[in-house]
């Protein structure tokens, strides 16, 4: 299959081309845990048993998310790496400030979340993620397959769940009885670092909280990267 036709293919078969045409070694997911990672894990353990995916602990997390990598490894054949930043909270704190993630959340993302995510990405091929374009503006476009450079080095990122909605994402939790965040039952419909992730009003638009009132709407994983 060319690249240009997974724009088409079902969710099993980007997952089936993606393991096919990698190196179990040079293939991960990253998440966060949030409903579209667990639907795209559980998936991606029914191609791939046993499939890599790397979590960034920033170190801000609420301990709900912290605890999803002991369910989550329960409930299906994944496998997890913690990957956590060079700098620790304290030093960062020492360096940069307290509160780095409310006068330059900036800094504090590329410290924090991009950094450690081009470390995993300079020993991959390919990169998983769960994006999906009805998650907001910024999100509206994401193609299937995108041609990344990390460090002038060639990685694939691969969106299979892109036409997926926030529908499709709990019917398919629901359905299969997954495991998921419980701050989801507390009006956060999406879940970040605890200091950047607000309650959303029900109803509301899906990241509305997360960096609530900053203008920021991205970590920066998906936009610099
Ligand atoms: S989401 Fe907030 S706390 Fe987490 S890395 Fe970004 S700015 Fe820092």
């Not at 960062?92 to 307290?98: P, S, V």
């Not at 991009?114 to 769960?130: E, F, H, K, M």
Request: negative net charge.
């Amino acid at each position: 299959m060319r690249t240009e036709e997974l724009e088409h293919a079902d969710t099993r078969r980007i997952l089936e081309w993606s393991f096919q045409t990698f190196a179990p070694d040079r293939i991960a997911l990253s998440s966060a845990f949030g409903p579209s990672g667990v639907v795209l894990m559980h998936l991606a353990s029914q191609v791939s048993p046993g499939v890599r995916v790397f979590f960034v602990d920033t170190g801000f997390h609420f301990i709900e998310t912290l605890a999803m990598v002991d369910r989550l490894q329960a409930a299906m054949d994944v496998r997890i790496d913690v990957v956590r930043p060079a700098i620790s909270v304290e030093d960062q704190a020492e360096r940069f400030g307290e509160a780095l993630y409310r006068s330059d959340p900036d800094r504090c993302c590329a410290l924090r979340k991009v950094a450690p995510t081009q470390r995993v990405l300079r020993g991959l091929d390919a990169w998983i993620s769960a994006l999906r374009r009805d998650q907001g503006p910024s999100r509206a476009h994401t193609p299937v397959y995108e041609g990344k450079a990390v460090d002038g080095r060639p990685v694939a990122k691969i969106n299979p769940l892109v036409r997926w909605t926030n529908a499709d994402v709990w019917g398919h939790i629901f359905d299969h009885g997954l495991p998921y965040n419980p701050l989801h039952d507390e009006d956060y419909p999406s879940v970040g670092c605890a200091p950047c992730t607000q309650r959303v009003v029900p109803g509301g638009d899906e990241r509305a909280g997360r960096w609530a009132g900053s203008g920021k709407t991205e970590c920066g994983l998906h936009t610099l990267i």
